[in-house]
């Protein structure tokens, strides 16, 4: 009666989603200046308030003034508690020329001039009317800027020689959702951004090739992969639909190839004419396929009908329909980001998950994910990568550094902190839920979530509810205690006593956080058995894995216990090891009390 009760119970779930989303709809035009690296501009943004909310004011992203000896950005890299990695250049030091700057005027909601305020990369801006629930605003305003030296995602003459890498270049109006107006200032950390549809005009001197999020629409009659002829320039025009950010770059060395993809999306490829990374680029390109092909028969279809690997200003970094990389000369570490920043069309460039509060869930799937279909492309082991997560993060649980995994990713005392909870711990978050839920839940899981979220901006409790539904395992003691806290997992062998022609195994918990175990007694005869203990928290136990083939399932350890013990019908004498982590994939913050090894 019990199991029938919990069959209803998860299968009377409805997980349709019922966030609203705001809508902000551009069109824009901008022309470059490639000798003096500034450019000019207007767009216009039909922005739609799809709230319950009446709204008094709307926020503008101007990040390309992050890029000022004076921002925020600039006072935070040498105030921090560490160095920051991801940027070797002081920006205090910038000489005017190499700054970024973004400027805005004229600025109008429905021809109306409006009050506006800049902070930083903020510009607030007080309406002339109020939007009410369900009412669209046009909000018209013309923009300058200046590109800065390559940084950090974004900037000009990149190390590997590319002209412009233009990322969150223009003014992008900012997310307002269920947690309120998402107005953090940009410090090289994450984005967060509106859905909607983008016809973007750009304008550039002719002998420049241009990489860009969305479609060529209009091209020159005699090369259509030019744009149209506007006196020594070109203007290139392309249509993003249903996308949350738009990111471009035009080098004039560039070399564009096109290999088909799966399921008909066009793969563009762009990068620059040297020969210490033309071959490379060339065989990347059918494994670009191969690795669309994995993620969507293990996440879902990808939903657009093209995709950009274009070398650019950045180690590698994910943007709606496009990456840059500034990767080539080895091989294999170009796949690897290229896995891991395709990866990110999913998690992020469709799902788009907050990264401000949530950076883990994007950077851990990406990692996750990324990884697994590089070891099945270059058919590599996979192990490693799961022993380096899990290494980095239990260095970091034990290091005394650690923040919970929910902090603002501006927040984080440490940068190293940061970098090991969005990647490594993000990583092991789904590693250990694979092991808590099996397998095949574990898939189930994953496909579900994305067909049911896509284009939703989902939080994390939406996950924990899909892999609850996809499993019949209740997770909330997981979500919690994993993304909320810094408790740590660390049970230990206590002690291994014989009682007849029996023993018991008695295992204590010393961490905090709860985890089901596994436990493998092998035999002297070779003969290898496992014991699982599920944890009364998932009211719920998952099936036997097939690397296990002889499993017993014995009684639920309840948390509030910090002592087992369990009886095996084998005598002590015929032991040869107990592990109680014999997969390896419990992150133990103490691995050394896992094994006892008998003579």
Same mark, same amino acid.
């Given at each position: 009666?019990?199991?029938?009760?919990?069959?209803?119970?998860?299968?009377?779930?409805?997980?349709?989603?019922?966030?609203?989303?705001?809508?902000?709809?551009?069109?824009?035009?901008? *022309? =470059? #200046?490639? @000798?003096?690296?500034?450019?000019?501009?207007?767009?216009?943004?039909?922005?739609? +308030?799809?709230?319950? %909310?009446?709204?008094?004011?709307?926020?503008?992203?101007?990040?390309?003034?992050?890029?000022?000896?004076?921002?925020?950005?600039?006072?935070?890299?040498?105030?921090?508690?560490?160095?920051?990695?991801?940027? *070797? =250049? #002081?920006? @205090?030091?910038?000489?005017?020329?190499?700054?970024?700057?973004?400027?805005?005027? +004229?600025?109008?909601? %429905?021809?109306?001039?409006?009050?506006?305020?800049?902070?930083?990369?903020?510009?607030?801006?007080?309406?002339?009317?109020?939007?009410?629930?369900?009412?669209?605003?046009?909000?018209?305003?013309?923009?300058?800027?200046?590109?800065?030296?390559?940084?950090?995602?974004?900037?000009?003459?990149?190390?590997?020689?590319?002209?412009?890498?233009?990322?969150?270049?223009?003014?992008?109006?900012?997310?307002?959702?269920?947690?309120?107006?998402?107005?953090?200032?940009?410090?090289?950390?994450?984005?967060?951004?509106?859905?909607?549809?983008?016809?973007?005009?750009?304008?550039?001197?002719?002998?420049?090739?241009?990489?860009?999020?969305?479609?060529?629409?209009?091209?020159?009659?005699?090369?259509?992969?030019?744009?149209?002829?506007?006196?020594?320039?070109?203007?290139?025009?392309?249509?993003?639909?249903?996308?949350?950010?738009?990111?471009?770059?035009?080098?004039?060395?560039?070399?564009?190839?096109?290999?088909?993809?799966?399921?008909?999306?066009?793969?563009?490829?762009?990068?620059?004419?040297?020969?210490?990374?033309?071959?490379?680029?060339?065989?990347?390109?059918?494994?670009?396929?191969?690795?669309?092909?994995?993620?969507?028969?293990?996440?879902?279809?990808?939903?657009?009908?093209?995709?950009?690997?274009?070398?650019?200003?950045?180690?590698?970094?994910?943007?709606?329909?496009?990456?840059?990389?500034?990767?080539?000369?080895?091989?294999?570490?170009?796949?690897?980001?290229?896995?891991?920043?395709?990866?990110?069309?999913?998690?992020?460039?469709?799902?788009?998950?907050?990264?401000?509060?949530?950076?883990?869930?994007?950077?851990?799937?990406?990692?996750?994910?990324?990884?697994?279909?590089?070891?099945?492309?270059?058919?590599?082991?996979?192990?490693?990568?799961?022993?380096?997560?899990?290494?980095?993060?239990?260095?970091?649980?034990?290091?005394?550094?650690?923040?919970?995994?929910?902090?603002?990713?501006?927040?984080?005392?440490?940068?190293?902190?940061?970098?090991?909870?969005?990647?490594?711990?993000?990583?092991?978050?789904?590693?250990?839920?694979?092991?808590?839920?099996?397998?095949?839940?574990?898939?189930?899981?994953?496909?579900?979530?994305?067909?049911?979220?896509?284009?939703?901006?989902?939080?994390?409790?939406?996950?924990?509810?899909?892999?609850?539904?996809?499993?019949?395992?209740?997770?909330?003691?997981?979500?919690?205690?994993?993304?909320?806290?810094?408790?740590?997992?660390?049970?230990?062998?206590?002690?291994?006593?014989?009682?007849?022609?029996?023993?018991?195994?008695?295992?204590?918990?010393?961490?905090?956080?709860?985890?089901?175990?596994?436990?493998?007694?092998?035999?002297?005869?070779?003969?290898?058995?496992?014991?699982?203990?599920?944890?009364?928290?998932?009211?719920?136990?998952?099936?036997?894995?097939?690397?296990?083939?002889?499993?017993?399932?014995?009684?639920?350890?309840?948390?509030?216990?910090?002592?087992?013990?369990?009886?095996?019908?084998?005598?002590?004498?015929?032991?040869?090891?107990?592990?109680?982590?014999?997969?390896?994939?419990?992150?133990?913050?103490?691995?050394?009390?896992?094994?006892?090894?008998?003579?």
């Amino acid at each position: 009666m019990y199991k029938i009760l919990l069959f209803l119970l998860f299968t009377s779930y409805s997980f349709g989603q019922n966030y609203w989303q705001q809508e902000a709809n551009y069109k824009i035009f901008v *022309d =470059i #200046n490639v @000798k003096n690296n500034r450019y000019k501009g207007n767009q216009e943004i039909v922005y739609t +308030n799809n709230s319950n %909310d009446t709204l008094n004011k709307i926020f503008i992203h101007l990040y390309f003034n992050a890029f000022k000896a004076s921002s925020d950005m600039a006072e935070r890299l040498v105030s921090g508690d560490d160095i920051n990695t991801r940027f *070797d =250049i #002081n920006l @205090k030091e910038l000489k005017p020329e190499e700054e970024g700057y973004l400027d805005v005027f +004229n600025l109008k909601q %429905d021809n109306t001039d409006v009050d506006s305020f800049v902070s930083d990369t903020i510009l607030e801006v007080t309406l002339a009317n109020p939007l009410v629930p369900g009412q669209s605003s046009i909000f018209s305003m013309d923009f300058k800027g200046q590109v800065p030296i390559t940084i950090r995602r974004a900037g000009r003459d990149s190390p590997m020689g590319v002209k412009f890498s233009m990322a969150q270049w223009y003014p992008k109006i900012s997310e307002y959702d269920y947690e309120g107006w998402n107005t953090a200032p940009y410090t090289g950390r994450e984005f967060h951004g509106v859905w909607g549809d983008f016809d973007v005009n750009i304008k550039i001197d002719k002998d420049y090739i241009v990489a860009a999020s969305g479609y060529l629409q209009k091209t020159d009659q005699l090369n259509p992969k030019l744009g149209v002829k506007s006196g020594n320039k070109r203007i290139w025009n392309f249509i993003a639909p249903r996308v949350h950010d738009f990111t471009w770059a035009a080098d004039p060395d560039y070399i564009h190839d096109v290999y088909p993809g799966p399921n008909g999306v066009k793969l563009n490829f762009y990068y620059k004419n040297d020969p210490k990374i033309v071959e490379n680029w060339k065989a990347l390109q059918p494994i670009t396929a191969d690795l669309m092909k994995f993620f969507n028969e293990n996440i879902g279809v990808y939903p657009y009908k093209q995709y950009s690997v274009v070398q650019g200003g950045d180690g590698g970094m994910e943007y709606s329909m496009l990456t840059l990389i500034n990767y080539g000369d080895k091989f294999v570490p170009l796949v690897g980001v290229t896995s891991h920043e395709l990866a990110h069309a999913w998690f992020q460039g469709v799902l788009a998950t907050n990264e401000m509060n949530h950076e883990w869930m994007d950077e851990g799937a990406a990692s996750y994910f990324g990884n697994l279909a590089e070891s099945f492309v270059l058919k590599t082991d996979f192990y490693r990568s799961i022993m380096n997560s899990y290494g980095s993060y239990i260095r970091l649980a034990n290091s005394g550094r650690e923040m919970p995994q929910s902090t603002n990713a501006n927040r984080y005392k440490f940068n190293r902190a940061y970098e090991s909870t969005a990647y490594s711990k993000g990583f092991v978050f789904l590693s250990q839920l694979r092991y808590i839920i099996g397998n095949e839940a574990f898939k189930k899981t994953i496909k579900n979530y994305f067909n049911t979220y896509k284009f939703t901006h989902p939080l994390p409790n939406d996950f924990r509810r899909i892999a609850e539904q996809s499993s019949g395992i209740l997770l909330n003691w997981y979500l919690t205690d994993w993304t909320q806290t810094t408790n740590k997992i660390d049970y230990a062998i206590d002690k291994v006593e014989k009682v007849n022609k029996k023993s018991i195994i008695s295992l204590k918990r010393i961490g905090l956080m709860p985890m089901p175990l596994e436990v493998l007694v092998k035999l002297k005869d070779g003969t290898e058995e496992f014991y699982y203990i599920p944890i009364t928290l998932m009211r719920g136990e998952k099936k036997r894995p097939t690397y296990a083939e002889k499993w017993t399932q014995v009684k639920d350890w309840s948390w509030a216990y910090k002592k087992y013990n369990f009886e095996i019908d084998h005598e002590l004498e015929s032991i040869q090891s107990i592990n109680i982590n014999p997969t390896g994939l419990i992150a133990d913050s103490n691995s050394l009390n896992d094994i006892i090894i008998f003579d």
